[in-house]
DNA sequence: TCTTTTTCTGATTTGAAAGTCAGGAATACT
DNA sequence: AGTATTCCTGACTTTCAAATCAGAAAAAGA
């Protein structure tokens, strides 16, 4: 019981800086900005508070290069759409959707810091508009404007229909607490996640594709 | 210059809890219950910090009285409803989604509040959920399940459908802060307003309604 | 009028979380 | 080995928000 220290714990290596940016990302997603705390994330990484700010100047640069980690393995997925570049709009749209959807599924972390800071505005939603949901939004909204263009998909506005389609694809995972509670069912089953695909996807899709018989 | 005081704010009369409430729910709603603070509250309402505290306990009983303020104003909305309790299910169905979105446009702070709490999971979701969300979306759960089960729509799970309405009923208006940043659009104009509700109603409703032809 | 109760406030206490710092331990370099 | 550098930590300071409290001001009641 003298000073202390002893066990090496976890290979104290270069990727102390890793799974720092993992607790945080983790924490950050699960409790917004404000209630993850500094102490939590460090607790969760398994370092001292202090190595923290060693690594990472303040919360909010931390916060950033959590941001960044999530958005380098998104777009790593997201190379997929590349390859179906010069499809009929609406196929690629229609990829598009599932891809987002499978993404969210994937990141949940993805959705749930999208809903919280885009509900509240500020420096980190300008932020994340400039570095991580502005360009894949702008993307998205193209894609759809070009599906209404050739004709297949009724003619509404785009941003609109993006913006739907972020919080209706978000929306069962990220309130997965509320299902839960009001409901008892467990959203992260595999079962409930396939009909949820399915009903966006026959939603937005099957109700917004321009009826053949017109 | 010499003591302060002087020009009686407002009449001090017993309107000052109402006062406080509505600040309450403004703040709470905007911010979440972390970033709304009892100083800023209780500077909106044009009281000293300690006179929340002699209304209200604490930060969670106000919390409290300001979201049970909010479901009376909803529950007299919402008794628009039982005019049509004798209509074929889809036909309530229909109104009630319509209403619901009338609901989340005419109050935002409901939305935002669904979604932040939602997100978290915790005591505060436990209180919502037995207050004011769980027999809301039970209600809505049974009238899409008899929609389902007269055929009148695809046997999709009704709580996912529910939470999907829930998320995109709410997310253009919570989310406008990112569609202002993305898009550059204000979905508080009356006309976004429109074209939302219509997306929605065509999406989900056209979507999933049973083809005739079948 | 005097007294009691209700309503409200300034000043203070308490607690929690972010951020700082001097120095210890490990690693790399010579 | 000796030295420098990188990585990490415990202890501390600072900041900010919730909650408390003693009492002032106003209203109600006698």
Redesign the interface.
Same mark, same amino acid.
């Given at each position: 019981m003298s000073v202390a220290v002893a066990q090496p714990p976890a290979k104290k290596g270069p990727q102390t800086a890793a799974r720092i940016r993992e607790a945080a990302l983790e924490l950050f997603s699960r409790?917004?900005f @404000?209630?993850a705390t500094m102490a939590e994330i460090a607790a969760e990484a398994g370092v001292s508070q202090a190595t923290l700010h060693y690594h990472f100047a303040d919360k909010d640069q931390l916060w950033r290069a959590a941001m960044l980690q999530l958005r380098a393995v998104i777009s790593e997925e997201e190379r997929l759409l590349e390859a179906a570049a010069d499809a009929a709009p609406e196929v690629q749209l229609r990829m598009a959707m599932r891809l987002f959807l499978r993404i969210s599924w994937n990141h949940p972390a993805l959705g749930?810091i999208? /809903? +919280? @800071?885009? &509900? =509240?505005?500020?420096e980190r939603?300008?932020w994340l508009?400039a570095h991580l949901?502005?360009p894949r %939004? #702008?993307r998205l909204?193209e894609l759809a404007q070009a599906a209404i263009d050739s004709g297949a998909l009724?003619p509404?506005?785009a941003? !609109? &229909?993006i913006? !739907?389609l972020? /919080?209706?694809g978000?929306?069962?995972i %990220?309130?997965a607490? &509320? &299902?839960r509670?009001?409901?008892g +069912?467990d959203?992260s089953e595999p079962a409930?996640r396939e /009909?949820?695909e #399915?009903?966006?996807i026959? =939603?937005?899709?099957?109700?917004?594709l321009t009826p053949r018989t017109t």
């Open positions: 409790l917004g @404000e209630r749930r999208v /809903a +919280l @800071e885009g &509900m =509240a505005g500020g939603l300008d508009d949901i502005g %939004n #702008r909204a009724k509404f506005p941003a !609109t &229909m913006i !739907t972020q /919080a209706a978000a929306g069962v %990220n309130l607490p &509320m &299902m509670k009001s409901f +069912l959203p409930a /009909a949820h #399915r009903l966006i026959d =939603a937005l899709l099957g109700g917004l």
